[in-house]
């Protein structure tokens, strides 16, 4: 057992100081600023190019959602990702494409694209049509898709949690109790800070330790809860800390860098398989908008937004493989011209796509025959 097991590892305290002036930027910034390096992720030409094209999709698919509310396609609340696509991807993308479990918040669109779930279906589910991933019943906050192992977006935050704890639960339950040795399959449950402060995260920390479920719990620490800063909201901070009351693995991580994070997901994933049970793992990140497109966003400070601005996880990953020569800058750009093909097909496509009927409006409540 490493020290990490019993969330004992990855501290920041007693790393060097830094030289930011950190009293502009806050706590949430220090800690990123004196996070101890934790090993990251080596990868491949093809796995670095893979790693750039998803957060590339993610950024340029939110940037569009937000083009398409202002012109009135979306309706009710949207949430965007931007700034955080490192946690998704550097998670996500460390798993077995429909084989985990993967459950998420109302700030889902990004981990419905990282789960492989088409950008037609999220964009068409976005504007409520039939062709969309929960057949246009669910909008944004609510994407879905069996296929894809995505156990939904979820509008009450902590809401996912127990499901995704169940579906851990599953995992283990087919190996040990029904004898199916293949049933390997690790969930990923996505959440934000604020919600760590809310029961269910609690009880459902204290059975997926108690059953050792193949269960990691990301949080994704964007310093923010709506309009709460999280040092105001919470005794203890430093979230990855709370693993240790449970005894189980937890760590932390720059969430801003897709390579750190995909390190600590494969650490996490290799516990979660090997049957050592869960993790938490704090990714310390930045939404780069507003909470919701109806938030005009003026509470931030315009310092702090130029710090996280500075870290942005796409240009570091792109600075990194033209750095170890994976790729160049022309090869990016050429990613970049193919994501926006990828976006503008998907809005053509969800404008075009038919509205659910009217008469079907209870279909899919139920399961059918
Ligand atoms: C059970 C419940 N209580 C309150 C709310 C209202 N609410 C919506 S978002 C939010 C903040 C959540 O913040 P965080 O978990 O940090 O996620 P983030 O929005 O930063 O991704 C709250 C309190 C809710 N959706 N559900
Ligand atoms: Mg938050």
Not at 23 to 30: D, F, K, P, R, W
Not at 125 to 134: N, P, R, V, Y
Not at 155 to 183: H, N, Q
């Amino acid at each position: 057992m490493t020290q990490a097991d019993l969330g004992q590892s990855v501290a920041s305290n007693g790393a060097p100081a830094c030289s930011a002036d950190v009293n502009a930027v806050g706590l949430h910034a220090e800690r990123l600023l004196n996070l101890y390096p934790s090993t990251p992720a080596v990868v491949s030409r093809d796995e670095g190019l893979m790693l750039y094209r998803d957060m590339t999709l993610g950024r340029r698919f939110e940037d569009k959602c937000a083009e398409m509310y202002y012109r009135g396609k979306m309706f009710g609340f949207v949430h965007l990702y931007n700034g955080q696509e490192a946690v998704s991807t550097g998670v996500i993308k460390a798993m077995k494409m429909q084989h985990d479990w993967f459950c998420s918040t109302y700030r889902d669109h990004v981990h419905a694209l990282s789960c492989g779930v088409p950008a037609r279906e999220v964009m068409s589910e976005l504007f409520g049509k039939e062709t969309g991933c929960s057949k246009g019943r669910g909008g944004s906050m609510h994407l879905f898709s069996k296929e894809h192992h995505l156990l939904g977006g979820y509008a009450f935050i902590g809401e996912g949690i127990p499901v995704a704890l169940g579906a851990a639960f599953t995992s283990r339950y087919k190996r040990d109790a029904l004898g199916d040795a293949s049933s390997d399959a690790v969930t990923a449950a996505f959440f934000g800070d604020g919600t760590c402060n809310i029961g269910q995260f609690y009880e459902c920390l204290n059975m997926a330790a108690l059953w050792k479920l193949p269960i990691i719990f990301v949080v994704e620490n964007n310093k923010w809860a709506i309009g709460m800063d999280h040092n105001r909201a919470t005794s203890d901070p430093e979230i990855w800390r709370k693993a240790a009351a449970f005894g189980m693995a937890g760590e932390e991580v720059d969430g801003m860098d897709v390579l750190a994070v995909r390190g600590a997901a494969q650490r996490a994933i290799e516990r979660a398989r090997a049957g050592e049970g869960p993790t938490l793992l704090e990714c310390l990140t930045y939404r780069f908008r507003g909470h919701s497109l109806a938030d005009p966003d003026e509470l931030r400070a315009e310092a702090e937004k130029e710090f996280w601005a500075q870290r942005d996880p796409i240009k570091r990953l792109a600075a990194h493989v033209i750095e170890h020569n994976l790729a160049n800058a022309e090869e990016l750009k050429g990613i970049d011209k193919e994501i926006d093909a990828v976006v503008a097909d998907c809005v053509e496509f969800a404008l075009a796509a038919p509205e659910p009927k009217p008469e079907e409006l209870t279909r899919y409540i139920w399961a059918e025959d």
